[in-house]
């Protein structure tokens, strides 16, 4: 199977991805994670993408605060799928992040989920990579089933106590 590839923008990302790692491995889904920052570290992060591909990852997913160029500086160097996550910082409660992840030039795609959204993030790379993998697919059809029995047993709970 292919790996993804988790690049955060600065250790302060560390939750979020935290998250993130612990979906893909819930699904064993090999990935490989690294701290490249746009603006600080811009020729290891545009190397990291150019040879993404080359190096087996399938999916990269780029995590980012504040001014979060990120996943459009990785987007910039790959034709792999990237999807960006923008985290929450302390000035606009991560809209500038938010923003400036969905806000791309036509020709540079990157699929965004919410803000600080890793779970969804590492889901959505799974459900790219089950496209070629029906063992991975399985198990994202059984993890919705599991979400879905969830619901429905706070359901039926709050049906008892407090329909009459």
């Not at 790692?21 to 545009?46: F, G, K, M």
């Not at 993404?52 to 999916?59: E, L, Q, Y």
């Not at 992840?101 to 795609?109: D, E, H, R």
């Not at 799974?126 to 706070?154: C, F, H, Q, T």
């Amino acid at each position: 199977m292919k790996k993804v590839g988790i690049i955060m923008g600065s250790d302060s990302d560390l939750p979020i991805v935290k998250k993130t790692v612990d979906t893909l491995r819930s699904l064993d889904i090999p990935y490989e994670t690294h701290i490249y920052s746009a603006h600080r570290t811009p020729e290891e992060a545009a190397g990291f993408a150019k040879n993404a591909k080359k190096n087996g990852f399938a999916v990269i997913i780029a995590a980012a605060g504040m001014a979060a160029h990120l996943a459009g500086a990785i987007a910039a160097n790959t034709t792999l799928p990237v999807i960006g996550i923008p985290c929450k910082g302390p000035v606009l409660d991560g809209m500038d992040a938010l923003l400036s992840t969905v806000q791309m030039p036509s020709g540079i795609p990157v699929a965004a989920v919410a803000i600080n959204g890793g779970v969804n993030a590492a889901l959505l790379a799974a459900e790219i990579i089950a496209i070629g993998e029906p063992e991975l697919g399985a198990k994202l059809d059984a993890k919705r089933e599991e979400a879905r029995r969830s619901v429905l047993e706070k359901d039926a709970s709050v049906e008892a106590r407090l329909n009459e």
